[in-house]
């Protein structure tokens, strides 16, 4: 079996490379985030080569692709820090155009603005029981997808939701599922301050909230795998960067006479890191190719990326300040910014713990069936 991408699907990486290159340089990154973590231009830029809707079929409007093209785009986000809702957008124009197409009504025309990219989407989920609370709208269909329903309770803090005009939430409680809300029409919160300065976070402040139901616990299964794989793909880009700034700085720095990448200690920590980054890389688009091709092994495969690729991120990124020693933890040195940017990724779609436990209760049955679970 092949595991290398395509031909196309390298073009898009490359494609997407040299435009992030451009328009995305770390100049541009800081100046982004001190503007408050949203480059226009560049969103802008990735609208026009439809990058938004690479998941939507082309009769659609969209590119016709699918998660690995997806995850191709996001690792090349991550290893650029590109300050633009582009996961989040992708995210929450998939759960919408799912629901269009089962013909959900009141979705149609987020989908049309999200897929023209004239509006950003959200996804807010929170690891948290009962963190959103939905309950049936009195006098309506329990469980009706399409119907309407308050929801109650503040999710995660939302990367984009000061920006989004839709926001996808999934929700616990009598009328458990997944939504969407128009925060065009209830008013978008307010951007907090946050550690990682390259992306905008609000906190959805939902107080018998209307809302829309995209669909029940298996929309909102599909929504954490696809989240949780992107995600991890996005954390890979991030890594992979840091990995080449290490190695570059240990070729460059000179210490008592030799670059500081000839001494053992220093090889150590490069190989480690490069373990680690190749690990991800395996475990994240193994869990793209799972969501694409609708796998059955797709939640398994999602959950075992999140965990893999949160725990390797946070080591690859205390490797990196090592390596770099001093001038790492400086605020002129742009390593901070891939690590702030890690730590927040560790966290959406659930942390490696979260993913531990939902492992064991996936893997569970399989081996109380004597099946094999490798």
Known sequence: MDFELSDDQAALAEAARGLLDDLAGPDRVRAAADAGGFDRELWGAMVDQGWTAVMVPEEDGGLGLGAVEAAVLAEQAGAHLAPTPLLPTVLALEALRRADAEGVAGVARFVELLTGGEQAGCVAWSARPDAVVARHEQGRERGREGGSARLTGRPDPTPFAPEASVAVVAATGEASGLYAIDLDAIGRPDPQPAMDRTRPVGWLELDDTPAVRLGGGAAVDELLDRGAALVSVEMLGGAARVLDMAVEYAKERVQFGRPIGSFQAVKHRCADMLVDVEGMRSTAYWAAWCVAA?????????????????????????????????????????????????????????????????????????????????
């Open 294 to 374: 609708d796998n059955e092994e797709r939640s398994i495969a999602a959950s075992t990326a999140k965990t893999w690729c949160a725990d390797a991120s946070r080591r690859v990124m205390a490797s990196g300040l090592q390596v770099h020693g001093g001038i790492g933890f400086t605020w002129e040195h742009d390593l901070h910014l891939f690590l702030k940017r890690a730590q927040l990724d560790q966290q959406l779609f659930g942390d490696a713990v979260f993913h531990r436990r939902r492992l064991a209760s996936l893997l569970r049955p399989k081996v109380e069936a004597g099946e094999s679970v490798v």
